[in-house]
Each structure stands twice: as structure tokens, then as C-alpha cells.
């Protein structure tokens, strides 16, 4: 079994943070190798030959996967000069790891129907509500134990043209805005998988989410990076966990993507008992839950957590066609600068979905626990109605320098403390605040902030 887990946060941090992923969480390892595949093509590290296009390493990748034994690896692996392979959809199997080693990079094909699902179902924008028509670059579907792991690189490419046409993945997203759903792949999909593992490897520029996790009972994220642009990569999300998923930690990584950093997402099933630690976003649209909370969302912990420029900090996301409840998170030792909206809590979200609906958002024990902000900004707590509200407490919420903030505040019962805040909210529309804005020297964000590692 692949699963091997220890303690990961410290006594006085687990104490503060209980219920969360309840897991014991450690640092992965590689498993031993089953079978090594050497590379066969060549890239300079952003893309490959006009040439190699059509030479996909796919069939040869999924042989080795499917004929690996349970606990082993399969090893993508530098030959001499060659360092690249490409492929379309790859399938993970129970308890087998995918290793795309340092200096590898792993390419996703640039051919829509190499990825479809039906014939010319990939690679366009659909009208048909709800069609899913291309294939992810990996599947992880009831593949309990397995993992993705490596210094290498994993290569959605994206912002490349599609063959045999003059646009990209992402301009079809750009095409969508007008109506419609752009048809392109995700790089990995895993789906009622347990135990299943990210560790320490670098995915980049995917045609949509990088990451999805749904259905399955733990789920390790560890020294992952993500590093796709900040504009004209729409719906890029990093890591959405989310649709039943339970028990996830994602700790120790690196995200800058052209959509949520982190999203989790209240689909069928909820999402429950998640741990986002020690991590680190850039540009983004920030640590998000929503828009989906139909399912319910709780037992979520934020910690140690640095948003540097990311479009949005805190975020909690939903409206009246897709919400629900969202309870029981703490958001705990946490900086946020130059983000135009560092906390926004918002039962009005205008991008996915009608605002009113039948299934209106309520969004209740919130907890900010020592939260610095720099750069100025717009602060939201805006509840649905009267009867779906906001109940958040701000202990120890402190906006760092002279900047101009601005608030909303609809529909929302915050209480200030037990530690100083800062924040001076305006009389809101049927909302309360409790507790007297006081001004208190916080702890240095100086070391949160590190560059992006390359």
C-alpha cells in the first residue's frame, strides 16, 4: 500500500485547528521502481518540435502502468539528450505512482481528438448544457493508493494552437464568455480514489482545472507547484477538491494560476474535513470554497497560508442557484497583500449560475484568527437574505499600513475578537457588529512572502 501518513502539524497548531483532515499526514515517499521509460523526444523547456507532433509516447506510457505491479512506480526518465514526452489520456491503476522525473517534462497533446470522448466532442465550444467532451491528460478513477509524483513537469499547454486549428484551449474559454462551455481537457481527474497522492511535482499551463478530487477519502497534496499566467488562462483553476470529497491536506505547496488557487467545492456529497497548510499563491483568484455549496461545505482549516497578488485573498463563494450551508472554518495565521479584494464572503457571486434561486447560501461559525492585510482593497460580508446570513468572527483581523479599504456588509453578523481588529465596518443593511475596532501591533508577514521557486 502507498499510503504511509505521520503527524504533520505541531501539537499547539493541531490544538487550534481541530477537526480537520483526520488523517495522520506525513510527507510522502517515492516508491520503489516497476519499469523506467526513457525519452524519446527533445524540448528546450517550452515546447517540442513541429516535427515530434505526432509522435505520442501514449500507448507505451499506459503499458507500462497497466503491466506495474501494486506499491511500485512507473518512471518517466531523461534518455541522453531527450528529455520529453507526449501524450493523450493516460489512466492511473490502484496503488501504482507516476513519476515523471527531474528533468522530464511530460506533454499533453495538442490534437482535440486525440482527447475526445466522441468523435469531434473535444476542442470547440458546446451549447449542450452540462457535456463534458474531452478526456482529462490523466484519469484517476477508483485507483485507490496511486500517485503522481517527481520533480518533473507536467505540460497542459494551453495557450497553444490546437492542430489543425488557429486557436487555443484558452481562446475557446475566451469564446465561451458569449454562451456556451469550452470543451478542452483538465490535466488530472481523480475520481472515488483514496489515499490518492501529489507529491513535489510541477504542472503548468492546463487547458482548464489542473487539479479535480471528487468522491474519494484522502487526498495528499505536497510540495506541488502550479505555474500558469495570470490572464488569458480562464478557468484554470489549481486544486478543486470538492463532490463528496473528504479528508484532504494540501501542504508545502506553490500555486499561480488564471483562476481559483485553491477552490473547494460543495458539490453533491459536500466537502468536509480538508487541511490547507503551509502553502504559498501568487496571482489567482485566491483560497476559494464556492461557488458550489449546494452539498454542504465544513471542517475546514486554513494555515500558514501566504496570498501574494492574487485577484482575491479569503473567499467564500456562492449565490441562490447553488448554494447551501458553509460552517466550521477557520482561517488561522494568514497574509494577504495587494490583493483588490483580500477577504470577500459573498452570497451575490454573479459568474456561475443566477443569483436568486432555490437553493439560497448561508454561511455561518467563520473564523479569521490573525489575518494581515497590505495594499489596500475591498473587504465583503454579503449575506443572501434576512434568513441566509453571514456569522463570521474576525479575532486578531489587522489591515497593516494607511491603504484604502472600502466595505460591504449586507445581511451579516460579525463579532470583533478576542484579539485586536482593526477593520471599521460601516452601519451595513440588517447586519450586527459586535466588539470595538482596536489597532495592535501583528506579527511580521516579511517571511511569508517568498518568490515563486524555479
Known amino acids: 500500500m502507498m499510503r504511509r501518513f505521520s503527524l504533520l502539524l505541531a501539537a499547539p497548531l493541531a490544538l487550534t485547528l481541530a477537526a480537520q483532515d483526520t488523517r495522520t499526514v506525513s510527507e510522502p515517499i517515492f516508491p520503489p521502481t516497476c519499469t523506467r521509460v526513457d525519452a524519446r523526444l ?3 523547456s517550452k515546447t517540442l518540435l513541429p516535427v515530434d507532433e505526432g509522435k505520442l509516447d501514449t500507448a507505451r506510457i499506459q503499458k507500462a502502468i497497466d503491466k506495474c505491479g501494486k506499491g511500485r512506480a512507473v518512471v518517466l526518465h531523461v534518455d541522453e539528450s531527450n528529455n520529453a514526452f507526449l501524450s493523450g489520456p493516460l489512466v492511473l491503476k490502484p496503488d501504482v505512482a507516476l513519476i515523471v522525473d527531474l528533468g522530464v517534462t511530460l506533454f499533453a497533446s495538442r490534437d ?3 482527447f475526445a470522448v466522441s468523435p469531434g466532442s473535444c476542442g470547440l465550444v458546446s451549447h449542450t448544457p452540462g457535456s463534458r467532451g474531452c478526456k482529462p ?3 484517476v478513477d ?3 493508493d496511486s500517485a503522481v509524483m517527481g520533480d518533473g513537469v507536467i505540460d497542459g499547454r494551453g495557450g497553444e494552437k490546437m492542430l489543425g486549428s488557429q486557436s487555443s484551449w484558452w481562446d475557446l474559454a475566451e469564446q465561451a464568455r458569449a454562451g456556451g462551455s469550452q470543451q478542452v481537457p483538465r490535466l488530472i481527474v481523480a475520481t472515488d480514489s483514496d489515499d490518492f497522492t501529489l507529491y513535489r511535482i510541477t504542472l503548468k499551463n492546463s487547458p482548464n482545472f489542473h487539479v479535480v478530487y471528487n468522491g474519494g477519502n484522502g487526498f495528499t497534496v505536497w ?3 502550479i505555474d500558469t499566467p495570470q490572464r488569458g488562462a480562464r478557468n484554470t483553476d489549481g486544486v478543486d477538491p470538492g463532490d463528496g470529497a473528504r479528508n484532504v491536506t494540501i501542504t508545502e505547496s506553490y500555486i499561480r494560476a488564471g483562476d481559483d488557487n485553491v477552490a473547494i467545492k460543495g458539490g453533491q456529497g459536500g466537502a468536509t474535513n480538508m487541511t490547507i497548510s503551509h502553502d504559498h499563491f501568487y496571482w489567482g483568484h485566491g483560497m476559494s470554497i464556492g461557488s458550489e455549496t449546494f452539498g454542504g461545505v465544513s471542517k475546514i482549516r486554513v494555515s500558514d497560508l501566504s496570498l501574494d497578488g492574487a485577484d482575491n485573498g479569503i473567499r467564500i463563494k456562492s449565490n441562490g442557484s447553488r448554494g447551501g450551508l458553509t460552517e466550521d472554518v477557520v ?5 494577504i497583500r495587494n490583493s483588490p479584494n ?3 464572503l459573498d452570497a451575490g457571486y454573479t459568474a456561475a449560475g443566477t443569483v436568486t434561486g432555490n437553493s439560497p447560501p448561508t454561511m455561518r ?5 490573525k489575518v494581515r492585510i497590505s495594499g489596500g482593497g475591498k473587504v465583503t460580508f454579503n449575506g443572501y437574505d434576512s434568513t441566509h446570513r453571514i456569522a463570521a468572527t474576525l479575532d486578531g483581523v489587522q489591515l497593516t499600513d494607511d491603504e484604502q479599504y472600502s466595505y460591504v456588509l449586507n445581511h451579516a453578523d460579525l463579532t470583533l475578537g478576542p484579539g485586536p481588529t482593526n477593520l471599521q465596518f460601516p452601519p451595513g443593511e440588517d447586519s450586527t457588529v459586535q466588539g470595538t475596532p482596536a489597532e495592535a501591533t501583528p506579527p511580521s508577514c516579511d517571511d511569508k512572502f517568498v518568490p515563486f521557486p524555479q
Open 42 to 44: 527533445h524540448t528546450d
Open 112 to 114: 482535440p481528438a486525440v
Open 137 to 139: 491528460l490523466i484519469a
Open 142 to 144: 477508483h485507483a485507490p
Open 223 to 225: 510540495g506541488l507547484k
Open 331 to 335: 482561517y488561522d495565521d494568514v497574509c
Open 342 to 344: 483580500p477577504i470577500t
Open 365 to 369: 461559525e467563520i473564523t479569521l484568527r
